[in-house]
């Protein structure tokens, strides 16, 4: 072997050994985000965490019973407001696909995924908050839909297009109207699919900080109101981390403890439930 | 000879050295013996033996799915790539084991160049194609590589057409270009034996005789073995023809004699076009 | 006829929701050009320029903020893309074939994780290991304006650094796409002229390389939108400096931080405009990136050479 060649499978080698560093370096952090998270939170949840209210400032113990609920809230305006906009419009994208409209509003959502959620709140601020001058529940929700709407509209899109081309035929040659062949037919075919990605793109806005922080405000009391400011896990613990308190602290972890997990459940069931479909899709 | 059709329509190959006409005279520059292939469990070379002559074309004919890209893909080991893959068995290249412990399958590489059925080029400039193996071979010696560059476009019959464009895209060439140009670049790290998967199949039939012209140009200076669906292009252009099947080698012979007089009844209805 | 009515039915009204969508974006720029006049009209290109920052005297100038922003994102980026590329190579040309999915699975946990979660995580863990580092330089390196600056723990090192664990999955999970967009037979050419195996990855990426630039870009433009997690580590101070460790602030920061502290028009008018400033780039930086990747999407699937019909992997 000459020299130039034993030098270049050295290099070879030595890049391969990188580029397998570069996994460990990257999984490093992810590891100690879980094991802090783990850590600190799993030892600060206990059931006066799920069932109080925050103590005022200064004094220990009370729980985020009103912040897990004003999420819940949240994500649930934003379903219903970006689940039929998204929905419907990934539709239209998958019956007619090679349309310049098409193209325009694929490219549309695709630059809305992009947009940081601080701007969507301020969007959201504009449209819902100042109108009526006060803070509310639905200016966060619709925030929120915002940004899940581009996650549905592809979702739904990408679906849609799996569905076998002879069920809309089929359905059409039976005498359905083409509305009845798609929403009749296609999209049930489609939807535990759809269902999956609605369930991802609500795990992913639930984790949102930044466009609560002018929509829904944050609240410490017991609130349900859909016009009022309301709490939310994110922002709570956002206010308690940068708190000098400690027992503040320990709640925040706890709070960020209980959003891992949500959107690591969700996550995995949503892996698990799209390989299924692949495989039932594939014949 | 009668073969016999087993049931499941394996076909038995004939059990005998592989026949050769004339030339004892000529050197095996590739030398197979009893050489397997398996992707996973499933084997897809048997027994492969043969003898290939130096500085002659040799091709490889069969149905779709006998193995006989798999074989010419295993003689530069370009099925190591491949995980799962196992071969046993011997291929000599000048007597040197080619799966042997101490052959480096780069410096194999550079030695037998492989033409493929898709021509490849890389999306760079022409000039910078035909570089590429000298470039990480080490070479940096502009004056050098712009002298063996011209060499080997010439001999790829590509120069005249190229020669004012050498840092134009490879890829603005027509089909037919881009695949001499491939074999400019494979011809550039100075092989001594040359590959070819059915170099011409994606071609017009203009591009594909230009090709032919050119292996046939090539033979005094290198190996070719060339593996072709087609029947006619092996009767033109080889000087030895082996007629593989299901995995196994049924006849090798001279093309002449594979084609007018073939020994095994097999072949016979293949080159007569009877199945395949 | 009553096909085509209906026919004619059902895509207006599915195309009205599609134009929502439209809307919406269009909408995003529109609301935030109508909610910054004040601020635009009064201070002009100036306010990209200037660095006061005074609510009190109602005198406002992003330039630090835009200093922070554009300095914690290049960082990121430099931290991030060799390591997002070097998982992207792995997981597509090196790593054997079980180990893809777990692996491409758990880089992509790295993006499941909420923006609040690494503050947090950035705040108590991040924050002090920065500052044993800050703490640990040597004074002969303090001397450049690079490292000078008190060791707080919290500035732009620690910003750069959690950014970059960020931005990885994005910009790897995009590469991986387009490397295994890359034919194979762009390999094979390599290796059978007797190309190392690195060899024969260099091909597949200059292959792929415009797509690979989209993949960092995207990483580009995460970097830039980042708000919480950012502004819980990197000091939140209006300042234009090269240092590492001295604090800054950054356009999605200050915006979440005195939003609702501005007791005045022409203040909310100002954090608006920083707004806008920032829909601009980040739309700017991702329709690059997204070009980019489209137009090397396009290549594969309708090559100039002679067509073989490949397995689309959308």
């Known amino acids: 072997m000459t020299a130039n060649l034993r030098r270049r499978k050295l290099f070879s080698r030595l890049f391969e050994i990188l580029c397998g560093l570069a996994v460990v370096i990257a ?14 939170g799993a030892g600060a949840l206990n059931w006066d965490f799920f069932t109080r209210m925050p103590k005022p400032v200064g004094e220990t113990g009370g729980g985020m019973a009103n912040a897990i ?64 001058k006060r803070f509310s529940a639905i200016a966060g929700g ?42 009749g037919v296609i999209v049930p075919a489609a939807l535990p699919g ?82 299924r479909l692949e495989r039932m899709n594939r014949p | 000879m009668n073969l016999v059709l087993e049931p499941e329509s394996k076909i038995a190959a004939p059990r005998m050295a592989p026949i050769q006409m004339n030339d004892i005279q000529t050197e095996s520059k590739i030398s197979v013996r009893d050489f397997d292939f398996f992707y996973g469990p499933l084997q897809v070379l048997h027994g492969i033996s043969l003898e290939i002559p130096a500085q002659k ?42 799966y042997g412990g101490d052959t ?74 881009q695949q001499r140009l491939c074999i400019a670049r494979a011809l550039a790290v100075d092989p001594e034996i040359l590959l070819m998967d059915e170099p011409a199949s994606a071609l017009d039939p203009i591009a594909t005789s230009k090709i032919e012209e050119l292996i046939y140009e090539l033979k005094d200076n290198y190996t070719i073995v060339i593996v072709t669906h087609n029947m006619q292009q092996a009767a033109r252009v080889s000087d030895r023809t082996a007629f593989f099947m299901l995995g196994k080698l049924i006849e090798y012979a001279d093309t002449n004699a594979i084609f007018m007089n073939p020994r095994e009844k097999m072949t016979e209805d293949y080159v007569t076009g009877r199945f395949g | 006829m009553r096909r085509s009515s209906d026919d004619r039915k059902f895509r207006l009204g599915t195309g009205a929701f599609a134009a929502v969508v439209l809307l919406i974006v269009v909408g995003i720029g529109f609301e935030l050009t109508r909610q910054s006049m004040l601020s635009i009209t009064k201070f002009g290109l100036k306010f990209w320029t200037t660095s006061t920052w005074d609510p009190v005297s109602g005198d406002f100038g ?21 390591i997002a590329l070097g998982i992207a190579i792995f997981i597509s040309e090196l790593s054997p074939r079980m180990l893809r999915q777990p692996l491409a699975y758990l880089t992509d946990l790295l993006a499941a994780i909420p923006s609040i979660v690494y503050g947090l995580w950035g705040v108590f863990v991040m924050v002090p290991f920065v500052r044993k580092l800050e703490v640990a330089t040597p004074d002969a390196l303090k001397q450049f304006p690079l490292f000078k600056g008190p060791p707080l723990g919290v500035g732009m090192l620690a910003a750069a650094l959690i950014l970059a664990v ?80 001295k604090p800054q602030y950054t356009m999605a920061a200050v915006i979440a931080n005195e939003f609702t502290e501005a007791a005045d028009e022409l203040y909310l008018h100002a954090l608006i405009e920083i707004g806008l400033l920032l829909f601009i780039i980040t739309v700017g930086v991702n329709m690059i990136s997204r070009l980019l990747i489209w137009s090397m999407k396009r290549r594969v699937v309708a090559p100039i050479v002679v067509p073989v019909i490949e397995e689309a992997t959308a």
């Open chain 3, 166 to 245: 960020m931005v990885i999955p994005f910009s790897s999970s995009v590469a991986r796409e387009i490397l295994k967009n890359v034919p194979s037979t762009q390999r094979e050419a390599a290796y059978a002229l007797g190309a190392t195996r690195w060899e024969a990855i260099k091909v597949a990426i200059g292959f792929g390389k415009s797509g690979i630039i989209g993949a960092v870009m995207l990483g580009f433009g995460r970097a830039l939108g980042e708000t919480i997690a950012v502004t819980m580590v990197i000091g939140n101070s209006p300042q234009v400096t090269a240092s590492l460790f």
């Open chain 2, 104 to 177: 480096d399958v780069v410096e194999l590489r550079r030695k037998v160049g492989m033409v493929f059925q898709k021509s490849n080029p890389f999306p760079k400039s022409i000039y910078d194609n035909v570089a590429y193996g000298l470039r990480i071979g080490g070479m940096r010696n502009k004056r050098q590589m712009d002298e063996i560059i011209e060499r080997s476009l010439t001999r790829a019959a590509l120069w005249h057409e190229v020669k004012d464009r050498l840092h134009a895209s490879a890829l603005a060439l027509s089909g037919g270009q």
């Open chain 1, 69 to 132: 609920v004003g999420t819940l809230i949240l994500i649930g305006i934003a379903a219903l407001f970006a689940v039929p906009i998204g929905g419907i419009c990934g539709v239209h994208l998958a019956e007619y696909p090679s349309t310049k409209f098409s193209s325009v509003v694929r490219f549309a959502a695709d630059v809305l995924n992009g947009v940081p959620s601080i701007v969507v709140g301020i969007f959201a601020y504009g449209l819902v908050v100042l109108p009526v």
């Open chain 3, 62 to 82: 992003a330039l630090p903020f835009i200093w922070g922003t554009l300095y914690s994102a290049i960082l990121a980026l430099l931290l991030a893309t060799p």
């Open chain 1, 142 to 183: 619709v925030a929120l839909g915002f940004l899940m709407i581009p996650i549905v509209v592809r979702t739904t899109e990408e679906l849609l297009r799996l569905v076998p081309g002879g069920l809309r035929e089929g359905a059409l040659a039976l005498g359905a109207t083409r509305g009845r062949a798609v929403f």
């Open chain 2, 57 to 98: 074309v040799t091709a490889l004919i069969g149905p779709s799915g006998c193995g006989k890209s798999t074989f010419i893909r295993s003689i530069n080991r370009m099925n190591d790539i491949i995980t799962d893959a196992r071969a046993s068995g011997t291929i000599t290249i000048d007597g040197k084991d080619v």
């Open chain 1, 27 to 40: 999984l490093i952090p992810l590891a100690m985000i879980l094991f802090y998270v783990i850590k600190e």
């Open chain 1, 194 to 275: 759809i269902l999956t990605g609605i369930l991802v793109a609500l795990a992913r806005v639930a984790g949102e900080t930044a466009p609560l922080l002018f929509t829904a405000l944050n609240n410490r009391f017991w609130s349900t109101s859909l016009t009022q400011p309301i709490a939310s896990l994110t922002v709570q613990v956002y206010t308690y981390a940068q708190s000098p308190y400690d027992d503040w602290h320990r709640q925040a972890w706890a709070g960020a403890f209980l959003l891992v997990m949500i959107i690591l459940t969700l996550s995995i069931a949503a892996r698990l439930a799209v390989r």
